[in-house]
Nanobody, 123 residues
Framework: QVQLVETGGGLVQTGGSLSLSCAPS????????MGWFRQAPGKEREFIAS????????RYADSVKGRFTISRDDVKNTCYLQLNSLKPEDTAVYYC????????????????WGQGTQVTVSS
């Protein structure tokens, strides 16, 4: 079990940028599949991006491809999500997750979750 904490959420204007961080409490993230998900009020949890820590291989949802970037810093033991060209429809609670691997876009592949951080994009 890995305890995760997301930070960096806030209020930004349309077209703006935001950087989210995901840090563990207790152990290294090396060897894990990392993922970012989001959930807006009244909507289902949505896959955003994933990265295999060791290889750096990434995957993105079509809705954010070209705008968001997932990365990890092995020295800082932190996973990041860079959000650019933000739109009001990006407004949601963003969650970081970690798991042993598998189907990267499925929440069932992740067994550790952060508490979430709110991202609000105004027009």
């Amino acid at each position: 079990q890995v305890q995760l904490v997301e930070t960096g959420g806030g209020l930004v204007q349309t077209g703006g940028s935001l950087s989210l961080s995901c840090a563990p409490s207790g152990r290294t993230l090396r060897g894990y599949l990392m993922g970012w998900f989001r959930q807006a009020p009244g909507k289902e949890r949505e896959f955003i991006a994933s990265i295999w820590w060791n290889s750096g291989l990434t995957r993105y949802a079509d809705s954010v491809k070209g705008r968001f970037t997932i990365s990890r810093d092995d020295v800082k033991n932190t996973c990041y999500l860079q959000l650019n060209s933000l739109k009001p429809e990006d407004t949601a609670v963003y969650y970081c997750a970690a798991g042993p691997g598998g189907t990267y876009y499925s929440p069932l592949s992740y067994n550790s979750w952060g508490q979430g951080t709110q991202v609000t994009v105004s027009s």
